[in-house]
């Protein structure tokens, strides 16, 4: 049973442009979150998705940033007109959709370098 | 503000060594503390823990949930140079099932 999947794994973009980066949740999961992690600090959450629907986006900045989950394919987080600043560590996790808390399970993470 | 903070931020020890790793947190509305491993890759779930002073053990690994001191630690006795990775602490909040505040983690280095 594959884990979760991001890709690319690293990603370099000069600033002004388009990043995308794509999220396969675990087999069977249909809930997906997305976190970004600065250099020596935490995780900090961004975006959870459903199937088709956004459910709670508080974490992501107001501007140049979307995600989306459509009913088919993966999951994306896309960064328009990237700066600098946008220089981090993204991680997707994934959950079942059953009722109450459960694990988080995380891909790989794409780190994304802008120049 | 919510805030999970950890220390010491980075530890060098020498295998077989046992280490304690501190979590403490502030939030408006605990619900349970969860220990993650990220080595180079995917942080990986090893602990949650909702109660206070009921200890969860996984083989060399072991923690506690203080809910009075606002804290948790993580022991790893006898440590190996595969423990080497960085112990992510998280609080999930109360009010719904999946925020989760994070520590930056304590970067652990196991010598051999």
């Known amino acids: 049973n594959a884990g979760v999947m991001q890709n690319p794994r690293h990603l370099v973009r000069r600033r002004g442009q388009e990043a995308r980066l794509r999220c396969s949740p675990m087999k069977g999961h249909s809930h997906v979150y997305w976190y970004r992690q600065l250099p020596e600090e935490g995780l900090k959450f961004m975006v959870y998705?459903?199937?088709?629907?956004?459910?709670?986006e508080s974490g992501m900045p107001k501007e140049r940033f979307s995600a989306e989950f459509p009913k088919e394919g993966p999951s994306i987080l896309r960064i328009q007109q990237v700066v600098r600043g946008d220089s981090a560590a993204y991680f997707c996790?994934?959950?079942?959709?059953?009722?109450?808390?459960?694990?988080?399970?995380f891909g790989p993470g794409t780190r994304l370098t802008v120049l | 503000e919510d805030k999970v903070v950890q220390s010491p931020l980075s530890l060098v020890v020498h295998e077989g060594d046992t280490v304690t790793l501190n979590c403490s947190y502030e939030?408006?509305?605990?619900?349970?503390l969860l220990w993650y491993k990220q080595e180079k890759k995917a942080p990986t779930f090893l602990f949650m823990l909702?109660?206070s002073g009921i200890e969860k053990k996984s083989g060399r690994l072991s923690s506690i949930l203080d809910k009075k001191e606002l804290f948790s630690i993580l022991n790893i006795t006898a440590t190996q140079t595969g423990d080497s990775a960085v112990y992510l602490c998280?609080?999930?909040?109360?009010?719904?099932?999946?925020?989760?505040?994070w520590g930056a983690g304590t970067k652990l280095i196991i010598k051999p």
């Open positions: 998280a609080v999930l909040l109360g009010d719904s099932n999946y925020q989760l505040i």
């Open positions: 998705l459903q199937k088709e629907n956004i459910i709670d």
């Open positions: 909702t109660s």
């Open positions: 996790a994934s959950t079942p959709a059953w009722g109450g808390y459960n694990e988080q399970f």
């Open positions: 939030v408006t509305n605990f619900r349970s």
